[in-house]
T-cell receptor, first 114, second 111 residues
């Protein structure tokens, strides 16, 4: 079955540590996205990538970094500069980064601070 | 800047009650509108979408939504809810920029 796989499901970070969240898709989609979901705030865009080897900042990119070396992979690194990293992180993809293309979501990774 | 507002944070209904979840968006131009649902422990799924044409769109599981341009609204409706509709519902819009999500509405259906 085609879909988006995020791993791990739960992740714990120590203070001052960088952690990387994995996102893989086998839908052959060009565009991929990372969102952060906090209670009562909906989903906020962290980074997105319209095509391999290219990515842009979203609304809350500070303290995060991404790479897009392969079409199917879009890992997100939460750096020690992100002061409030505890959240639920969702990866999504769409065929192209166009307004009429619905996004498909992974199951998410819940990140907590130890 | 674009924004999406969902009026209710938490709605509690009994089975067979009718549902209407409010959604207002701020973009004044051509807009694409979506409702997503997140069932407990599952990933976000697309319920329905509006791009153009008939302003009344039908989605999966008996849901529908009506686009009212003059009111900048895209409310979600279902005539008779079931316990299995318990989930969080997100309205989203995309105008000239990125997809913008509302804050979400948590729906609890009592059996």
């Amino acid at each position: 079955d085609g879909g988006i796989t995020q791993s791990p499901k739960y992740l714990f970070r120590k203070e001052g540590q960088n952690v990387t969240l994995s996102c893989e898709q086998n839908l052959n989609h060009d565009a991929m996205y990372w969102y952060r979901q906090d209670p009562g705030q909906g989903l906020r865009l962290i980074y997105y990538s319209q095509i391999v080897n290219d990515f842009q900042k979203g609304d809350i990119a500070e303290g995060y970094s991404v790479s897009r070396e392969k079409k199917e992979s879009f890992p997100l690194t939460v750096t020690s500069a992100q002061k409030n990293p505890t959240a639920f992180y969702l990866c999504a993809s769409s065929l192209q980064d166009l307004g009429n293309q619905p996004q498909h979501f992974g199951d998410g990774t819940r990140l907590s601070i130890l | 800047a674009q924004s999406v507002s969902q009026h209710n944070h938490h709605v509690i209904l009994s089975e067979a009650a009718s549902l209407e979840l409010g959604c207002n968006y701020s973009y004044g131009g051509t807009v694409n509108l979506f409702w997503y649902v997140q069932y407990p422990g599952q990933h976000l799924q697309l319920l329905l979408k509006y791009f153009s044409g008939d302003p009344l769109v039908k989605g999966i599981k008996g849901f529908e939504a009506e686009f009212i341009k003059s009111k900048f609204s895209f409310n979600l409706r279902k005539p008779s809810v079931q316990w299995s509709d318990t989930a969080e519902y997100f309205c989203a819009s995309r105008g000239g920029g990125k997809l913008i999500f509302g804050q979400g509405t948590e729906l609890s259906v009592k059996p």
